[in-house]
């Protein structure tokens, strides 16, 4: 069975820091993968997602995240981070076939001044 | 007008009431999903329908049923609200052949009293 661990369900990093997003998934066979972002009240946007084709992806906002199979791991990252990158963040998988997501706790990213 | 409505925004209710939440979707897509997000678990899946005659239960079902009234309406009823079920609810639709993952309404919050 697919499954999706996020590290960390609350990140904290100053304005222009890098900002580092973990995700760890489980899939017994190739997987799909997406990185949504929630803003307060609002309801998930895709950022970015892998569907095996290069293994490092870009997203909107500048956000990217690489696919390493050998680590099981997705994280997502941004060079620096802006006060507008608050928001809550889901990792979320999908086997192909599968036809629905399992998504992870999310990570509560907060950015200081 | 927003891809995918849904009503109410806001619902409060009394326990043991029978509630309906609403999904509608201008996307033109055959599948459909009905997520609950509660903080530190992600969003976990409850129902969801490959088309109008195909309903699938998901990881949380009980207490919830669905209907499936058009391809484009998918709505979610809480028979016997309790307090448990209050959460933010979200309805999804996907066109999975182009592996584009979900667009996504903005949520109801529902809070059971």
């Known amino acids: 069975a697919q499954s999706v661990t996020q590290l960390g369900s609350h990140v904290s990093v100053s304005e222009g820091a890098l900002v580092l997003l973990r995700c760890n998934y489980s899939?017994?066979?190739?997987?799909?993968l997406f990185w949504y972002v929630q803003y307060p009240n609002q309801g998930l946007q895709l950022l970015l997602k892998?569907?095996?084709?290069?293994?490092l992806v870009k997203g909107i906002n500048g956000f990217e995240a690489e696919f390493k199979k050998s680590e099981t791991s997705f994280h997502l990252t941004k060079p620096s981070a802006h006060m507008s990158d608050a928001a809550e963040y889901f990792c979320?998988?999908?086997?192909?076939?599968?036809?629905?997501?399992?998504f992870g706790q999310g990570t509560r990213l907060t950015i200081n001044p | 007008d927003a891809d995918v409505t849904q009503t109410p925004r806001n619902r409060i209710t009394k326990t043991g009431k029978r509630i309906m939440l609403e999904c509608s979707q201008t996307?033109?897509?055959?599948?459909m999903y009905w997520y609950r997000q509660d903080p530190g678990l992600g969003l976990r899946l409850i129902y969801y329908?490959?088309?109008?005659?195909?309903?699938n239960k998901g990881e949380i079902s009980d207490g919830y049923s669905v209907s499936r009234q058009a391809q484009a309406k998918f709505s979610l009823s809480l028979e016997s609200a309790i307090p448990n079920q209050t959460a933010l609810y979200f309805c999804?639709?996907?066109?999975?052949?182009?592996?584009?993952?979900?667009?996504f309404g903005s949520g109801t919050r529902l809070t059971v009293v």
């Open positions: 999804a639709t996907s066109d999975w052949n182009r592996v584009h993952g979900y667009t």
């Open positions: 899939s017994s066979v190739p997987p799909y």
């Open positions: 892998y569907t095996s084709a290069a293994t």
């Open positions: 979320a998988v999908s086997e192909e076939g599968a036809q629905k997501l399992v």
């Open positions: 996307k033109g897509h055959d599948r």
């Open positions: 329908s490959f088309d109008v005659k195909d309903i």
